[in-house]
């Protein structure tokens, strides 16, 4: 450190980096879940809703995913789209709430430790990290292997359906462009905003353009367009499954097109008021799939060649690119795949960057291969996670080696994608059903009475579409050329991530890692901590441990309670406590049941006395409660002034340091322990780190068969916390 670097100047320029960073509101909400900022936040709500409305890239999904819905016919086309998207968007609303409420980069493994019950959150986190990553990189490999084949599709418009790309070719430009987008991924971070914003007017556009030329062109070149009944009401199937399961299968166009408003996550810690910006993010750009996604293929229907077959099985290798030659020509095809071209390079553009920054958050927590090497961010290249982003193309890389094979095998990074990401959403919502009733705090965008029943939907549809997605495209009984890999790829890794969790990383990965120590957290908020299970409440937080369960609720004292509601959490602590007796369970002694309730002008209700080594009542004055290492201390006679910081007075033990904020409310405790009253008491909680983040305080003290530890007896500490 330089002589002109003093503590104050070094604090100032960190708050200075900072408020570049993010705006204070929106550093204080991620705060409160355990992480400092480190990316800077740029990205408005409109441009939160670009990302993810980028990324689906509509009409270039649509001719991606053609080989999918085409086999069943027009109808099963357009209806497979209506019914599926519907009930995706059950998904997106569900997903929005949580995003609401903690909005973070790592999303979803986040939301599934923090909900699950204690024997199984550290496991299902790992696993969904794991399958979000997997997901992401499914559809990072799928968007660029599609690019190549519309580039490749062109060349064969311009050549009049005579040259067809080789396996090794199809590779080679897939490899190239999954680079590029690396570079541009790196390179384009600070006008990346602005490339969403193009995002959408473009997309806009070729939606326009698309619904308007096909008729127009059609009608134009002397032909009729297909009837309302060939539209809505024939079915084809050009599979060797039975016709009903043929329209089952067209549902995976519209799983995979809409299926990456979660990248609004992932952009959580680069958004702008990212408690409102990331949920209207997502369920404005599933929402708009789902109608204009409709709409689009209406008109697909209506213009193509009624022989399904014959678009299915173009010379071009893209349904699409047929559809776009049938109606428009050949230059007509050729302006409009170019089109689609620019978007689809797009997609993937913002794709490495969503998928960039969940990989990079989950290695800030630990769990990925390397994460010491790919959690850097570059402040260089303008606070990018440039490590990640060069993780994530080399494994593309390889995972792209299936081209090789042929165009079935290929065909199972689409459902790799869904696979994996049906897994990583559908967990934190089972989760959230499960253990979290009592734990989900609703941020500003909320559903309210309709929050479960919209989650149940979404658990049943993304189940069902998790088995669909490992189904081959012919079938019952098909051959290794047919067969659909998605089952090889994603059990390889699913069982390779549980055996590797419970023979190594369970020994460290305890879930999300905090950023920011106990004494960076906002008043009255304790971040999501593998050291503890918690609840969280707006305003208060209580930590305990897992083996602690609820106990009776405790009292409030004479003081006039500040309190509009009181909710229990009782955790065992060794040490003396303050209280009343209460009955006896399990040889431990007498427990206490006590509280302290926060009255008004911060008044602190006096509490009975207690016996076995305890103090007398306890009442003082909580407004202007002393920080660490000032203020006033404890006194004998159980006469409280202020909680004070380290140190005590008439013999009472200190060690734990209180915050006092709002009108004397007892919002944080740090330190390692708390100073209890009493003559003799002494080190009452001392030394545990499950104190630490603790809200309004109350303990239960007792007599009889417990272990004697600073004059006190072993009893059961009792937090209440209220709102």
């Given at each position: 450190?330089l002589k002109?670097?003093t503590?104050?100047?070094?604090?100032?320029?960190?708050?200075?980096?900072e408020?570049?960073?993010?705006?204070?509101?929106?550093m204080?909400?991620l705060?409160?879940?355990g992480y400092k900022?480190?990316l800077r936040?740029?990205?408005?709500?409109v441009q939160?809703?670009?990302?993810?409305?980028?990324?689906?890239?509509?009409?270039?999904?649509?001719?991606?995913?053609?080989?999918f819905?085409l086999?069943?016919g027009?109808?099963?086309?357009v209806?497979?789209?209506?019914?599926?998207?519907?009930l995706?968007?059950?998904?997106g609303l569900?997903?929005?709430?949580?995003?609401s409420?903690?909005?973070?980069a790592?999303?979803l493994?986040?939301?599934t430790?923090?909900f699950?019950?204690?024997?199984?959150?550290?496991a299902?986190s790992f696993?969904?990290?794991y399958s979000?990553t997997l997901g992401?990189?499914?559809g990072?490999?799928s968007?660029?292997?599609t690019?190549?084949?519309?580039?490749?599709?062109c060349?064969?418009?311009t050549r009049?359906?005579?040259?067809?790309?080789?396996?090794?070719?199809?590779?080679g430009?897939?490899?190239?462009?999954?680079?590029?987008?690396?570079?541009?991924?790196?390179?384009?971070?600070?006008i990346?905003?602005k490339?969403q914003?193009?995002c959408?007017?473009?997309?806009?556009?070729?939606?326009?353009?698309?619904?308007?030329?096909?008729p127009v062109?059609?009608?134009?070149?002397?032909?009729?367009?297909n009837?309302g009944?060939?539209v809505?009401?024939?079915?084809?199937?050009?599979?060797?499954?039975?016709?009903?399961?043929?329209?089952?299968?067209a549902?995976?166009?519209?799983?995979?097109?809409i299926?990456f408003f979660d990248s609004?996550?992932?952009?959580s810690e680069?958004?702008?008021?990212?408690a409102?910006?990331?949920?209207?993010?997502?369920?404005?750009s599933?929402?708009?799939a789902c109608?204009?996604?409709?709409?689009v293929?209406s008109?697909?229907?209506?213009t193509m060649?009624p022989?399904?077959?014959a678009?299915?099985g173009?010379?071009?290798?893209q349904?699409m690119?047929?559809?776009?030659f049938?109606?428009l020509?050949?230059?007509?095809?050729l302006?409009?795949?170019?089109?689609l071209?620019?978007?689809?390079?797009?997609?993937?553009l913002s794709l490495i960057v969503?998928a960039?920054?969940?990989?990079?958050?989950?290695?800030r927590?630990?769990a990925?291969p390397?994460?010491?090497?790919f959690?850097h961010?570059?402040?260089?290249?303008?606070?990018?996670?440039?490590?990640?982003?060069?993780?994530?193309?080399?494994?593309?890389?390889?995972?792209?080696?299936?081209?090789l094979?042929n165009?079935v095998?290929?065909?199972?990074?689409?459902?790799?994608?869904v696979a994996?990401?049906?897994?990583?959403w559908?967990t934190?919502i089972?989760c959230?059903?499960?253990w979290?009733?009592?734990?989900?705090?609703?941020?500003e965008?909320?559903t309210g009475r309709f929050?479960r029943?919209?989650a149940?939907?979404?658990?049943l549809w993304?189940?069902?579409g998790?088995v669909l997605?490992m189904f081959?495209?012919?079938g019952?009984s098909?051959g290794?050329k047919?067969?659909?890999?998605?089952?090889?790829i994603?059990?390889?890794?699913?069982v390779?991530?549980m055996?590797?969790?419970?023979?190594f990383?369970?020994?460290?990965?305890?879930g999300p890692?905090?950023?920011i120590?106990?004494?960076e957290?906002p008043?009255g908020?304790?971040?999501?901590?593998?050291h503890?299970?918690?609840?969280?409440?707006p305003?208060?937080?209580?930590?305990?441990?897992s083996?602690?369960r609820?106990g009776?609720a405790?009292t409030?004292?004479?003081?006039?309670?500040?309190?509009?509601?009181?909710r229990r959490?009782?955790?065992?602590?060794?040490?003396a406590g303050?209280?009343?007796?209460?009955?006896r369970?399990?040889?431990?002694g007498?427990?206490?049941d006590?509280?302290?309730g926060?009255?008004?002008?911060?008044?602190?209700g006096?509490?009975a006395?207690?016996?076995?080594g305890a103090?007398?009542?306890?009442?003082?004055?909580a407004?202007?409660?002393g920080?660490?290492?000032g203020?006033p201390?404890?006194g004998?006679?159980?006469d409280?002034?202020?909680?004070?910081?380290?140190?005590a007075?008439?013999?009472?033990?200190?060690?734990a340091?209180?915050r006092?904020?709002r009108g004397?409310?007892?919002?944080?405790v740090?330190?390692?322990g708390?100073?209890?009253?009493?003559?003799g008491v002494?080190n009452?909680?001392g030394g545990?780190?499950?104190v630490?983040?603790?809200?309004?305080?109350g303990?239960g003290?007792?007599q009889?068969?417990?272990e004697?530890?600073?004059?006190?007896?072993?009893?059961?500490?009792h937090?209440?916390?209220?709102?």
């Amino acid at each position: 450190m330089l002589k002109t670097d003093t503590p104050s100047a070094v604090a100032a320029n960190v708050a200075a980096e900072e408020a570049v960073l993010a705006d204070p509101d929106d550093m204080e909400l991620l705060a409160k879940m355990g992480y400092k900022q480190e990316l800077r936040r740029q990205y408005s709500t409109v441009q939160i809703f670009a990302v993810a409305f980028s990324i689906m890239g509509l009409v270039p999904s649509i001719a991606s995913t053609l080989a999918f819905s085409l086999p069943a016919g027009p109808a099963g086309m357009v209806w497979g789209w209506f019914t599926a998207s519907i009930l995706i968007f059950f998904v997106g609303l569900a997903m929005a709430d949580m995003a609401s409420g903690m909005p973070t980069a790592g999303g979803l493994y986040w939301w599934t430790h923090y909900f699950a019950g204690d024997r199984y959150k550290n496991a299902l986190s790992f696993l969904v990290g794991y399958s979000n990553t997997l997901g992401l990189i499914g559809g990072m490999c799928s968007v660029d292997y599609t690019l190549a084949l519309m580039l490749l599709a062109c060349v064969s418009i311009t050549r009049d359906g005579e040259y067809s790309a080789s396996n090794g070719t199809i590779y080679g430009v897939y490899a190239g462009l999954i680079i590029i987008h690396a570079l541009a991924g790196i390179f384009t971070g600070p006008i990346m905003p602005k490339i969403q914003t193009f995002c959408i007017y473009i997309n806009a556009a070729i939606i326009i353009a698309t619904v308007v030329a096909l008729p127009v062109g059609r009608v134009s070149r002397g032909e009729s367009l297909n009837s309302g009944s060939y539209v809505y009401g024939h079915v084809d199937n050009l599979t060797t499954w039975p016709t009903g399961w043929a329209f089952i299968l067209a549902f995976l166009a519209p799983i995979w097109s809409i299926g990456f408003f979660d990248s609004c996550v992932h952009m959580s810690e680069e958004a702008l008021h990212a408690a409102k910006a990331v949920p209207l993010g997502i369920i404005y750009s599933a929402g708009s799939a789902c109608v204009l996604g409709f709409l689009v293929l209406s008109i697909i229907a209506a213009t193509m060649n009624p022989d399904v077959s014959a678009t299915a099985g173009s010379v071009f290798g893209q349904p699409m690119a047929q559809i776009y030659f049938d109606a428009l020509g050949k230059k007509g095809a050729l302006g409009f795949m170019g089109v689609l071209i620019v978007i689809q390079f797009l997609i993937g553009l913002s794709l490495i960057v969503a998928a960039s920054r969940q990989a990079w958050a989950f290695s800030r927590d630990g769990a990925l291969p390397f994460s010491g090497y790919f959690r850097h961010v570059s402040k260089r290249i303008r606070y990018q996670p440039v490590r990640a982003i060069v993780g994530l193309v080399a494994v593309c890389i390889v995972f792209g080696l299936l081209c090789l094979i042929n165009s079935v095998a290929a065909n199972a990074l689409f459902s790799l994608f869904v696979a994996s990401n049906y897994v990583a959403w559908g967990t934190p919502i089972l989760c959230r059903l499960i253990w979290g009733k009592t734990r989900f705090t609703p941020g500003e965008f909320y559903t309210g009475r309709f929050s479960r029943p919209i989650a149940v939907v979404a658990v049943l549809w993304l189940a069902f579409g998790l088995v669909l997605s490992m189904f081959p495209s012919t079938g019952p009984s098909p051959g290794p050329k047919d067969m659909n890999y998605t089952i090889v790829i994603n059990g390889f890794v699913w069982v390779a991530c549980m055996t590797y969790y419970f023979l190594f990383a369970r020994k460290w990965y305890t879930g999300p890692k905090m950023t920011i120590d106990a004494s960076e957290r906002p008043a009255g908020e304790a971040s999501h901590s593998h050291h503890s299970n918690h609840t969280r409440h707006p305003g208060n937080t209580v930590s305990q441990r897992s083996r602690g369960r609820l106990g009776d609720a405790g009292t409030l004292g004479g003081g006039r309670a500040g309190a509009r509601r009181v909710r229990r959490r009782r955790a065992r602590l060794r040490g003396a406590g303050v209280g009343r007796g209460g009955r006896r369970r399990r040889g431990h002694g007498r427990r206490a049941d006590l509280a302290v309730g926060a009255g008004q002008g911060g008044q602190l209700g006096e509490l009975a006395p207690a016996g076995g080594g305890a103090a007398a009542g306890v009442r003082g004055v909580a407004a202007g409660v002393g920080r660490d290492g000032g203020g006033p201390r404890l006194g004998v006679g159980g006469d409280v002034a202020g909680l004070g910081g380290d140190g005590a007075g008439g013999g009472a033990a200190g060690g734990a340091g209180f915050r006092g904020e709002r009108g004397g409310r007892v919002d944080d405790v740090r330190g390692n322990g708390l100073a209890a009253a009493g003559d003799g008491v002494g080190n009452a909680l001392g030394g545990r780190d499950d104190v630490a983040d603790v809200g309004v305080l109350g303990a239960g003290g007792g007599q009889g068969g417990g272990e004697e530890e600073g004059g006190g007896q072993d009893g059961e500490a009792h937090f209440d916390w209220i709102r």
